[in-house]
């Protein structure tokens, strides 16, 4: 994306319709142009290539403590607490963990292997003081604030990472019907899935894609993001 601004601006720096037209007299002059364009296309670069990095890692890792989160709650967020409250309370909603999925969709399960998501823990352990803050293990975690969804690294390990319900919600109900359905954040609500990606994937942590419709048709396939050849 960024490479792609930086030649653009190279071919501008260049235009060809500069040529002179005057005859030999002119000439020492276009060289100045060119030299003073060279010059000026250089100053942008380093102005623009530093300005892609301002909100660096630790600058945004720094603001997100900041910011004291409140959004504690993927599920909750996504659903509406009513209709969480009744799930809840019905006691059909349990996270069951990637494993009992990969037993029926064995493609599914081996393509999200390569997905950055099911190894994004590491990331949050860059910085050990975190570890514990749920306002970073809400996104970078499966069913973060959720009963039965991750507490902690010693109580819950299995639910680090952001796995299949990480995505599409607690499973055992689905799991159980053994066919469509049974998903609070299934196949059937493309809307509450976009609201699940923009849920984590916000103005602050917006590195991954810039368009979330074609980002989320890549995570329609079995094989990842990534070995799609979806990379902007
Ligand atoms: C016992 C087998 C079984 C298990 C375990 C299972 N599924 Fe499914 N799943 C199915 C079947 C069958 C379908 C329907 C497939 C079809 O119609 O093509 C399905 C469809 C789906 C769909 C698309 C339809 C919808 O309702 O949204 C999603 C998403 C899904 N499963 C996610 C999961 C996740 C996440 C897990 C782990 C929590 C899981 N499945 C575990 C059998 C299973
Ligand atoms: C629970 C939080 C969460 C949800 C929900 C979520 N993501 Fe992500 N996503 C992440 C994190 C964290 C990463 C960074 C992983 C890494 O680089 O280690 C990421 C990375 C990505 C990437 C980059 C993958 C790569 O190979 O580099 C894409 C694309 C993406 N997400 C798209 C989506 C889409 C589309 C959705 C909704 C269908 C979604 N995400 C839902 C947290 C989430
Ligand atoms: C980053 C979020 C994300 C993760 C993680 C994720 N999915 Fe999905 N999944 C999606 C999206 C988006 C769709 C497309 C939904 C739609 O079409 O409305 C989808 C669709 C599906 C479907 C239906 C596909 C079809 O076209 O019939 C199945 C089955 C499924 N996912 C299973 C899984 C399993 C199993 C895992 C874990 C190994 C998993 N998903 C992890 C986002 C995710
Ligand atoms: C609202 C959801 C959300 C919260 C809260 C959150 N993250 Fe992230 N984080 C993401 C997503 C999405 C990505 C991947 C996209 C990106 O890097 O912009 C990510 C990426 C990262 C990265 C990799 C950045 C890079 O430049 O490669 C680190 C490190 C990280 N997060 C640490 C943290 C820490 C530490 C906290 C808490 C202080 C935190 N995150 C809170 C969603 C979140």
Redesign the pocket.
């Known amino acids: 994306m960024g490479s792609k601004e930086i030649s653009d601006l190279q071919y501008c720096s260049y235009p060809s319709n500069q040529r002179s037209t005057k005859g030999s007299n002119s000439r020492p002059q276009f060289r100045q142009v060119l030299l003073a364009l060279s010059i000026a296309s250089v100053v942008v670069l380093m102005l623009l290539v530093p300005a892609a990095d301002v909100f660096s890692e630790i600058d945004r890792v720094k603001s997100e403590r900041n910011s004291k989160n409140t959004k504690l709650n993927l599920l909750k967020d996504v659903i509406g607490e009513e209709e969480y409250e009744k799930a809840m309370s019905s006691k059909k909603y349990r996270?069951?963990?990637?494993n009992?999925?990969?037993?029926?969709?064995r493609a599914?399960f081996l393509g999200r292997k390569k997905d950055a998501h099911a190894h994004n823990f590491r990331k949050v352990m860059k910085y050990p003081e975190d570890k514990n803050n749920p306002g970073c293990l809400v996104c970078h975690t499966t069913g973060y604030g959720v009963p039965g969804g991750f507490s902690s690294l010693s109580k819950t390990p299995k639910f680090r990472e952001v796995?299949?319900?990480g995505?599409?919600?607690?499973?055992?109900l689905?799991?159980?019907?053994?066919?469509?359905?049974?998903?609070l954040i299934?196949?059937?609500?493309p809307e509450r899935m976009k609201k699940a990606c923009s849920f984590c994937h916000t103005k602050r942590w917006n590195k991954s894609f810039t368009n979330l419709d074609k980002a989320f048709k890549a995570y329609k396939n079995a094989e990842s993001s990534r070995a799609q050849g979806y990379i902007e």
């Open positions: 996270f069951t963990g990637n009992k999925c990969r037993m029926c969709h599914f796995q299949c319900e995505c599409h919600g607690p499973g055992s689905h799991a159980e019907m053994d066919s469509k359905g049974g998903l299934g196949q059937d609500r």
